[in-house]
């Protein structure tokens, strides 16, 4: 009999997998994902015949990373690899308290962006639930980890239902307790994925402009081609949920490619009333690439532009550069 890994799992289907009651599957699920504990037999207050049957037929399922690479700055990159041989990778960032772990959605990716690494790559599989899952379970700084973003390998709307339910575990009581708050999903914008998403879930969303203008921002993300991005910010703006919920929009500055006057201003028309935030966020150059990103000053010049035309605007720094952890990298050690 195959095993089923408990990580990845709710509480109603360990209850059907243990054949326990749900009083008993949440105290289960409790355990594994608050006190990452890979036994079983360890939960407390659970029936022997329970544990017996959990044991016969699952195993807890958290695996660690098979390699690490510590950036001067402090980032850590992981490499994971599942049962499938797929290997992702995922990075933690560590900001005074705040601990935030970027997870990969899947191996590889098949949107293509040719200003991406993984891009490159090409794409090698989704990542099950608990292969998501793993990458915040499976770190040694797991227990501290305060925010979670999908900005690692793959997009996210391409594996939509297992990112889901990722983002139910991750905020569910009895799951990782994490506030939805802290959880964002960034998108280069597959409008199904993201309708189906504002719908399931409460946590934040960001989408990857790279471009105002439909024809340009295609040629940098192709999935414009079908999904237009002014539609996309239409629909971030109506699921807003009164503000509870963040919608921002990346922009990745690279010089004299999208950093105009030109893109200035078609921002600005493009964002102006919708209360979306802008992310503004140095270029990272991958290999063959004789591209730089903006300087400084035109990001500080930007930001102050926006800001000053009633745009929530910031400048996000890179981190984790020398070790191929920073935007855009991820993928930049595999084969
Ligand atoms: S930028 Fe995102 S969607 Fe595009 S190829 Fe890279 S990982 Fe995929």
Same mark, same amino acid.
Request: with cysteine; charged share 25%; proline share 4%.
């Given at each position: ?126 990542? =099950? ?108 703006? =109506? ?78 720094? =890179? ?17």
């Amino acid at each position: 009999m195959i095993k089923r890994s408990l990580i990845g799992l709710t509480p109603e289907e360990i209850r059907v997998l243990a054949g326990s009651s749900i009083s008993h599957a949440i105290v289960i699920a409790n355990y594994l994902y608050k006190r990452r504990s890979n036994d079983v037999a360890l939960v407390p207050d659970i029936p022997k015949k329970v544990k017996e049957e959990l044991s016969k037929k699952s195993i807890p399922g958290i695996y660690g990373p098979v390699a690490s690479g510590r950036s001067s700055d402090g980032t850590i990159k992981y490499l994971f690899r599942n049962e499938s041989e797929q290997e992702f990778e995922t990075v933690l960032l560590t900001e005074a308290k705040r601990i935030t772990v970027c997870v990969s959605s899947q191996s590889g990716c098949r949107m293509g962006c040719p200003f991406c690494v993984t891009g490159r790559y090409g794409f090698r599989g989704n990542l =099950s639930v608990r292969d998501i899952i793993t990458q915040v379970l499976g770190l040694p700084a797991s227990e501290n980890v305060t925010h979670v973003v999908f900005m690692g390998m793959g997009e996210p709307m391409d594996n939509i239902e297992n990112v889901l339910k990722a983002c139910k575990i991750l905020t569910a009581e009895w799951g990782l307790a994490l506030s939805k708050r802290n959880i964002t999903v960034s998108t280069v914008g597959i409008t199904p994925g993201i309708k189906y998403f504002l719908e399931e879930s409460d946590c934040n969303m960001a989408l990857s402009l790279y471009s105002p203008f439909p024809e340009e921002r295609y040629r940098i993300i192709p999935a414009e081609k079908k999904y237009h991005a002014h539609e996309i910010i239409q629909i971030m703006k =109506s699921y807003r949920n009164s503000g509870k919920r963040r919608m921002s929009i990346a922009y990745i500055m690279i010089s004299d490619i999208n950093d105009s006057e030109k893109h200035l201003e078609g921002l600005k028309a493009l964002v102006t009333g919708t209360g979306i935030r802008i992310n503004l966020i140095p270029y990272n150059p991958i290999p063959s690439d004789d591209n730089i990103s903006s300087s400084n000053e035109r990001m500080q010049y930007f930001r102050h532009e926006l800001v000053i035309s009633g745009i929530s605007a910031s400048i996000r720094k =890179s981190k984790g550069i020398d070790v191929s952890a920073a935007c855009g990298l991820l993928a930049s050690g595999l084969q």
